[in-house]
């Protein structure tokens, strides 16, 4: 049985400090992780891990919207020519955040309406980071959905009508760690929700799922994910990993 992380950040300095992490997660299954990029100082670190891992690691091209500063112009150039020189298995990790910073708001939405339009140029998927800014990020991908625009809001953290939305758009919700979260309302959500709407995901170094919660996450956790939405729905490991491969790859197309 394998698995597919949606979204991991393998060149992130917790990570790299143990150069195990990603045989740890093939042996657990997970054979393919693709990596969000977050501005032009993880390219190179992204890019390293694609080098050393080819069949697994898969990057992906963006400019995060917590990076968004000043000089958000230059950072998006920078995406537009990475882009346009190389192929990417998606346009990533782009969107709003409400949760940290609001000073750049205005400009978070130019950068991710502009990289909306280079994922339909070069007909490859986006990453949506929507913390805190779900309704808004909905409005703005129904806005310039043609048919062809598909992707992930990565770590879905809305509302059921919210879910159902997104199904509507033809995109799919990244279920990660806080779906074992003891208070998390996700798993209500993940019961009503078709498991085609579903793509598995870690987010690692971050939200690592029980009994790792609060620790540094990893791709080899991918399975606790998938057993604790298998409990959910009420179906085996293997239908979990074969529904939503097929997701990944309706997704990524690779």
Partial sequence: MTLVDTHTHLYDEQLTADP???QRAIEAGVTKMYMPNCDSSTIEGMLAMETAYPQNCFPMMGLHPVYVKENYKDELTIVENWLS???FA??????L???WDKTFVPQQKEAFEQQIDWALQYDLPIIIHSRESTADCIEIVRKKQ???LRGIFHCFSGTLEEAKQIQELGFYLGIGGVVTFKKSTLPEIVREMPLETLVLETDAPYLAPVPYRGKRNESSYI???AMTIATIKQVGLDEISAITNKNAEKIFSM
């Fill in 97 to 99: 955040d409400y949760y």
């Fill in 223 to 225: 399975p606790l994910i």
């Fill in 20 to 22: 195990q992490q990603i």
């Fill in 146 to 148: 043609n048919g062809k």
């Fill in 90 to 95: 998606g346009v990533g990790e782009i969107g």
């Fill in 85 to 87: 020189k190389r192929k």
